[in-house]
T-cell receptor
Framework: GEQVEQRPPHLSVREGDSAFITCTYTDPNSYYFFWYKQEPGASLQLLMK?????EINEGQGFTVLLNKKDKRLSLNLTAAHPGDSAAYFC???????????FGDGTQLVVKP | EAAVTQSPRNKVTVTGGNVTLSCRQT?????MYWYRQDTGHGLRLIHYSYGAGNLQIGDVPDGYKATRTTQEDFFLLLELASPSQTSLYFC?????????????FGHGTKLSVL
């Protein structure tokens, strides 16, 4: 089945720097990709949903890159601020078996 | 925004204890899920359901039972809790259970089995 590897598990950056998180997946049929953000003590909230047809997706203060050839999904938080401190999870789905596979998460700390 | 409410927020029990975790969603979603979150393992699916009375086995079901009593309510049962079940448990829901849908998560239940 699908395996999703997320790196790094922990990331500390200074305010204003970029934070880069990557997930690699194994199933070439994967079609839907998600990034969730989990603030301390809170539930996971959807950051962005990406379809396989779009390689670059821009959100507010971040960019999601999809490289289907390398089976890699990336989240780049540009000019990070302390409010971005949270755990980030990628999720990947393929096929019709109702399965969504999560990465292990990245704990991001943005220091003032 | 869809609301998913879990209770309790924290629970401590002893090995062999009986635990029930509750989840309620009030958005008429068909699918509900129970995940556990452990360091180094991300979120792993325990059980899920597509409607009242239905139960589907997830990826890590051993030691867990679940029951969907109504459209809104989904319970996770640990009848003989073990320390390996110490974890953070999330309930989630989605409208149709399609893999292109976002999941709506509860705030989580932290369970400690001593």
């Amino acid at each position: 089945g699908e395996q999703v590897e997320q790196r790094p598990p922990h990331l500390s950056v200074r305010e204003g720097d970029s934070a880069f998180i990557t997930c690699t997946y194994t199933d070439p049929n994967s079609y839907y990709f998600f990034w969730y953000k989990q603030e301390p003590g809170a539930s996971l909230q959807l950051l962005m949903k990406v379809f396989s047809s779009t390689e670059i997706n821009e959100g507010q203060g971040f960019t999601v890159l999809l490289n289907k050839k390398d089976k890699r999904l990336s989240l780049n938080l540009t000019a990070a601020h302390p409010g971005d401190s949270a755990a980030y999870f990628c999720a990947v789905s393929a096929g019709n078996n109702n399965r969504i596979f999560f990465g292990d998460g990245t704990q991001l700390v943005v220091k003032p | 925004e869809a609301a998913v409410t879990q209770s309790p927020r924290n629970k401590v029990t002893v090995t062999g204890g009986n635990v029930t975790l509750s989840c309620r969603q009030t958005n008429s979603h068909n699918y509900m899920y129970w995940y556990r979150q452990d360091t180094g393992h991300g979120l792993r699916l325990i059980h899920y359901s597509y409607g009242a009375g239905n139960l589907q086995i997830g990826d890590v079901p051993d030691g867990y039972k679940a029951t969907r009593t109504t459209q809104e309510d989904f319970f996770l049962l640990l009848e003989l809790a073990s320390p390996s079940q110490t974890s953070l448990y999330f309930c989630a829901s989605s409208v149709r259970g399609k893999t292109n849908e976002r999941l709506f998560f509860g705030h989580g239940t932290k369970l400690s089995v001593l």
